[in-house]
């Protein structure tokens, strides 16, 4: 599996983490339903690994909290699981195929959900300051407990949310080229494999 950080890695990280504070902030201000902020993370965990994809989320959240959203710092953890989920998707050549991509989406979204209602209920009543909260004040018609208002709330926007991220990775790494992308830890496993020459002469 992956995980050295070569040079092109030590180069995306940083400039993962602004593509996902910036995208995490638009969506915030707009107050969308859904995050979009770890489309760098899921970028830098199939090329580079588990590790790499894992370090990028949690320095992504780490950073953005302490420059303008001070909640995200507490949900530094799930984006770092996010990444690194990511990269073993990644290893194991999920990236190659769109059923398979938006297969990993969905598994993440969920994980990503059971994570992340716990800390949304008990550390901020289910209110973020983000336009999820609509989803939460929803559930809350429907029960009085904050984690399972939560928990509806992150299992209505996770899952699209990071089907809509790892589409949209899909689709940069289908921008790439193969000798771009062969130079990442684990840019085989995301690559086409190569066509095997035609072996002998065909008789006529």
């Known amino acids: 599996m992956g995980t050295t950080f070569n040079t092109l890695t030590l180069s995306l990280i940083p400039i993962a983490i602004v593509l996902n504070i910036v995208m ?8 969308i339903p859904l995050y979009l902020d770890s489309i ?4 830098v965990g199939v090329l580079a690994g588990p ?21 995200g710092i507490w949900f530094a953890p799930v984006a770092a699981v996010i990444g690194i989920l990511a990269g073993l998707f990644g290893a194991r050549g999920w990236f190659r195929k769109l059923p398979n991509t938006v297969l990993a989406g969905l598994i993440t979204g969920i ?10 209920a008990y550390v901020f009543g289910g209110v973020t300051g ?12 429907v029960t009085d407990n904050i984690v399972t ?6 299992i209505v926007s996770d899952p699209l949310d990071k089907l ?7 689709l940069v790494l289908k ?18 494999p190569r066509r095997k020459p035609l072996i002998g002469r065909v008789e006529r």
Do not use: K, Y
């Open 164 to 170: 809509i991220t790892f589409l949209v990775v899909f």
């Open 175 to 192: 921008g790439m080229s193969r000798r771009l992308l062969v130079r990442f830890p684990q840019g085989e496993r995301t690559a086409e």
């Open 24 to 31: 995490g902030q638009i969506v915030n201000t707009l107050r």
């Open 40 to 43: 760098g993370t899921v970028l």
């Open 149 to 154: 208002a939560s928990l509806g709330q992150g």
């Open 51 to 71: 590790i790499a994809g894992g370090l990028t989320g949690l320095l992504s959240n780490v950073i953005w909290g302490l420059l303008t959203n001070p909640v």
């Open 111 to 120: 994980i990503a959900a059971l994570l992340s209602a716990p800390i949304s």
């Open 130 to 141: 983000g336009g999820s909260d609509v989803l939460v004040g929803f559930f809350r018609t």
